[in-house]
């Protein structure tokens, strides 16, 4: 129910934006969420955006380079990824949970997307 994409390749420095959209789902009434996963790692919450005019929230990692924004009447959530690191290379995934404040417990978010690869070089 959620797509995922704007990922691919970029030198340290550089810039990608993530887009997840639904034809489902009316991503407003749901707080979303950005998670990766890097090769031999656990998944882990990047940032997330508040149901109905929420905050956000940023793992301390990605705070000043990262911006998660939604627009609303296109039913898309954005993830501005500024100053990229190699680091910050995994697989991207968007996740949404209805109504519910902004956290990443995964066991709350009720539909994922497939993911969107993100590959930093240096």
């Known amino acids: 129910q959620l797509v995922e994409s704007g990922g691919g390749l970029v030198q340290a420095g550089g810039s990608l934006r993530l887009s997840c959209v639904s034809s489902i789902l009316t991503l407003d009434y749901y707080s979303i969420a950005w998670f990766r996963q890097a090769p031999g790692k656990e998944r882990e919450g990047v940032s997330c955006?508040?149901?109905?005019?929420?905050?956000?929230m940023y793992v301390d990692s990605v705070k000043g380079r990262f911006l998660i924004s939604r627009d609303n009447a296109k039913n898309i959530v954005y993830l501005q990824m500024n100053n990229l690191k190699p680091e910050d290379t995994a697989i991207y995934y968007c996740?949404?949970?209805?109504?519910?404040?902004?956290?990443?417990?995964?066991?709350?978010?009720?539909?994922w997307g497939q993911g969107t690869q993100v590959t930093v070089s240096s």
């Open positions: 955006i508040g149901f109905s005019g929420g905050g956000t």
């Open positions: 996740a949404a949970a209805y109504k519910l404040r902004c956290g990443y417990d995964p066991d709350f978010f009720v539909s």
